[in-house]
């Protein structure tokens, strides 16, 4: 798990609002230090992981699973990603 990992992770899941985000790479880059390649090259990983699904896959708009939110929690630990 890298930062940019966390970041997008903890960017999608909008703690302290009323609902999770749903976005596509160029708004991850846009409200984070990121840029959109490593977004999406990072959006690639944590698919393959579980953390984060299509909510439209043709537009490339993300967001969270619930094992996301459980890794958020703290409840999956980054050793557990890797098998």
Do not use: C, F, K
């Amino acid at each position: 798990m890298t930062p940019a990992d966390r970041d997008i992770l903890e960017l999608l899941e909008n703690e302290g609002a009323d609902r999770e985000l749903v976005l596509t790479p160029g708004l991850i880059a846009e409200n984070t230090d990121w840029s959109r390649s490593t977004v999406r090259s990072h959006l690639m990983e944590l698919r393959d992981h579980g953390l984060v699904e299509y909510y439209d896959e043709d537009r490339s708009i993300h967001q969270l699973t619930n094992r996301g939110r459980d890794y958020l929690r703290g409840e999956i630990s980054p050793d557990h990603l890797e098998e």
